[in-house]
């Protein structure tokens, strides 16, 4: 009998990101689209946010703030972003980021 963990998958979208309630999604009150999601980190006096926003169709910008000020970005299909977005958050609260 083996004690094998489940593979944690990455989100490959905001809809499958935010299934986690500590992101914050924003939405335009006439599509329903999203417009932002963002999640605050904070570990040993440090703050974080990482966040999303749609910049043209198939094309979503990541950036991480450290207290305000912007320290890593990328732009990439939603599935890259979120699963990079996961990726941080796990990095950071784990202290490895």
């Known amino acids: ?3 094998e963990q489940p593979v944690e998958l990455a989100p490959r979208s905001v809809a499958q ?7 914050t999604v924003t939405r335009t009150g006439t599509t329903g689209q999203w417009l932002t999601a963002e999640r605050v980190l904070e570990r040993n ?3 974080r946010l990482v966040g999303l926003t749609p910049i043209q169709p198939g094309v979503v910008a ?3 703030w450290d207290d305000g000020e ?3 970005h990328l732009r990439g299909t ?3 972003a979120c699963t990079t ?3 941080w958050v796990a990095e ?4 490895t980021r």
């Open 85 to 87: 977005a996961h990726r």
């Open 1 to 3: 009998m083996h004690n």
């Open 45 to 47: 006096g440090h703050r």
């Open 92 to 95: 950071f609260l784990a202290g």
């Open 70 to 72: 912007v320290v890593e």
């Open 17 to 23: 990101l935010t299934q986690d309630p500590a992101w």
């Open 62 to 64: 990541l950036i991480l």
């Open 78 to 80: 939603e599935a890259e």
